[in-house]
């Protein structure tokens, strides 16, 4: 009788985690807020509904993340009304460095500090294994699903296919 309560209170207790959807915010580089909902494998960004979003983690001094920036800037151009790019700042610099950083480089996309993504960087670093490696991208369909995560410079070719996949 106790094994079997036991065994009903731990399903039970782990399909209410598996309910549990963490609320978050975020607030970029221009003032705008963003409120984030995470759950599973998904992660609903207010504002980006049916949108493909391109969650990117940089560092104004990464030279990788400096070759992968052009690709972004490109299909964000190109995919307006289906894409949305999101960047972090990791490497602890404030809000104006990175507008500065953004109007030298001709960055078309959202672009936040670190210091103003709440919890979101923790949580993405948490289901996604991230080790703190830039640039890091997370992609996100059109229904708020994460499709992948990975570290690394991916070319325009490649985020093109994505965004064409992803917002079926």
């Not at 079997?4 to 807020?33: H, P, Q, R, W």
């Not at 299909?75 to 404030?94: F, N, S």
């Not at 809000?95 to 210091?115: C, D, F």
């Amino acid at each position: 009788m106790k094994k079997t309560l036991l065994i009903t209170f731990m399903t039970l207790l782990a399909f209410t985690f598996n309910l549990y959807a963490e609320n978050m915010e975020m607030i970029d580089t221009d003032g705008k807020s963003y409120k984030v909902v995470g759950t599973d494998n998904e992660l609903k960004i207010e504002k980006m509904e049916g949108k493909v979003v391109f969650l990117e983690f940089f560092g104004l001094k990464c030279p990788a993340c400096k070759q992968i920036m052009p690709n972004l800037i490109k299909v964000q151009d190109k995919y307006k009304d289906k894409l949305q790019v999101i960047a972090i700042e990791v490497q602890k610099h404030d809000v104006a460095p990175i507008n500065t950083y953004k109007q030298e480089h001709g960055i078309n996309y959202i672009t936040l500090s670190n210091y103003d993504v709440g919890r979101v960087a923790r949580y993405v670093m948490e289901k996604s294994g991230w080790q703190g490696a830039i640039p890091f991208l997370v992609a996100i369909d059109s229904k708020g699903q994460v499709q992948f995560a990975q570290a690394g410079i991916m070319s325009e070719e490649e985020l093109s296919k994505y965004v064409e996949d992803f917002s079926k």
